[in-house]
Structures are given as structure tokens and as C-alpha cells.
């Protein structure tokens, strides 16, 4: 096997597994549950789950989606988040190779996905995410030096500060809370991965992601909008392609 192959397949491997933690993240935290105790158990008979019936994906398929011990149903969420964490891992090994840079697309795709899965479920955005993926933002950012780290300072301080201001100025207009806290937290951890120039991408993207996809539903349903799903999928695109786009918008709109 080709040694970028191994690489990507490797990759893969290793994000299934983290789709596997994500998933308790996903369950578990936005009830204040502690993400390492009990181990992984049955949510229906408590019964603990052996090693080999927790293989990513694998173990879901062959047991058919049911426990070993009482034959109830386990939600398709756990493979599934399990195989796109697996998709995310591996793109990021097949675009940016055995990197840093790999390594940075493949933690923040984790972050966003289980940001978008868990406020979709809930409507919820626990700060493990969003401070936490700021530390390893900051962190991470270091890969381009002392400027890269200012770069996502200012970015972390720029996703902060708008989405405050949009939050504060919502709540003045129409008397009541206009976007949750965890958003803002959101996009001060995004901010830290893409800059301030890649926040107002994301922000204009979630927003026409949000209004094309699903006010229209909300209208219809009367449902919230979990604005945090599309941030998510705004932030991975800029993450990826946020140069070009920008690079585009200045060619093409501004003529610069």
C-alpha cells in the first residue's frame, strides 16, 4: 500500500475511534454526565459494553443495531457519527497530509461535528466544545509561529465580540433573548481556528445556510433554530476553502 494510502487509511481508523468518544460527548454532556464514568453501557439495561462490541461502526452492523444482552435498539447516531468523524480524519489526512495542518482540519471537523449533532439533538452547546476548543485552537495555532497565534487571538476575540453584539442588539430589539450563549462561545473557538477574516465568513454563511435550509421549516413547524448546525457547516467550509472564497470576493465583487 502507497505510503499517502496507509496515511489516509490510518487516519481513518483513528477517527472512527474518536467518532466513538464523540458519541459520548454527544449523550452525555449536555445532561452533566460525566464523559468517563460509567464505561459505555446499554441505555435501556444498563448492561456494560464489552471491548468487542464497541468497535466503531463494525460492532453496530454485526449486532444489527441491537444490545447483546437485551436486543433494544441503540440509535444509528452511533455509527453514523462514528463514520463521519472516520470521513473527517481521513479527508483532512488525503488534503493536508501527515501534518500539523492535518492534525488542526482533523480536531476542529471533531469539534464541529459534535457541536452540530449535539444542538441539533438539544439545542445546546456545552463549553466543553467551545472553551475547550479554544485552549487547543490557541494551542494548535502555534503551528505558524508567534503570528499565527496572534492571528487566532484576534480571530477568537472577533467571534466574541460579534456575535455579543448581535445577541445584545437582538435582545434590545425584539425584547427577548436572540441567540444563545453557546453560540457565542461557538464562534470565539471558531474564531481561534480561522481568523477574524474567516469569522465573518462563517457568520455569513451560517446565517444564508440558516435562512435558505431552515427558517422556512421553523416558520412552517414553529421550531428553534439551531444556529449552532450552521456555523458548524460555514466553519468547515472556511475553514477548507475560506482563502479562495475571499481571494474571489476581492477579484471578482471588489475588483481589488
Not at 473557538?189 to 465568513?201: H, N, S, Y
Request: aromatic residues 12%; glycine residues 12%.
Amino acid at each position: 500500500m502507497p505510503s499517502d494510502a496507509f496515511v489516509i487509511v490510518m487516519a481513518a481508523l483513528l477517527g472512527a475511534m474518536v467518532g466513538s468518544f464523540l458519541n459520548v460527548c454527544i449523550v452525555r454532556l449536555p445532561r452533566d454526565e460525566s464523559i468517563l464514568y460509567p464505561p459505555s453501557h446499554c441505555p435501556a439495561c444498563g448492561a456494560g459494553i464489552a471491548w468487542y462490541d464497541n468497535v466503531p461502526v463494525l460492532a453496530w452492523l454485526l449486532l444489527r443495531g441491537r444490545c447483546r444482552h437485551c436486543r433494544a435498539g441503540i440509535s444509528i447516531q452511533y455509527p453514523l457519527v462514528e463514520a463521519a468523524t472516520a470521513v473527517v480524519w481521513a479527508a483532512s489526512a488525503w488534503r493536508y497530509g501527515l501534518s500539523l495542518e492535518g492534525l488542526t482540519a482533523a480536531v476542529f471537523g471533531s469539534l464541529l461535528l459534535g457541536i452540530a449533532v449535539t444542538d441539533a439533538r438539544t439545542y445546546l452547546i456545552p463549553d466543553e466544545y467551545t472553551w475547550g476548543g479554544l485552549v487547543v485552537g490557541l494551542a494548535l495555532s502555534w503551528r505558524g509561529g508567534l503570528d499565527g497565534f496572534l492571528v487566532a487571538l484576534i480571530g477568537a476575540a472577533t467571534g466574541f465580540v460579534l456575535l455579543y453584539a448581535v445577541a445584545w442588539g437582538g435582545e434590545k430589539a425584539f425584547g427577548k433573548e436572540a441567540m444563545g450563549g453557546g453560540d457565542i462561545k461557538m464562534m470565539t473557538m471558531v474564531g481561534a481556528f480561522v481568523g477574524w477574516q474567516g469569522v465573518l465568513l462563517t457568520i455569513f454563511g451560517g446565517a444564508l445556510l440558516g435562512t435558505v435550509v431552515f427558517v422556512p421549516l421553523s416558520m412552517k413547524h414553529k421550531r428553534l433554530v439551531p444556529f449552532g448546525v450552521f456555523l458548524a457547516a460555514a466553519a468547515a467550509v472556511t475553514f477548507v476553502y475560506g482563502d479562495a472564497i475571499l481571494k474571489w470576493y476581492k477579484d471578482f465583487v471588489l475588483g481589488v
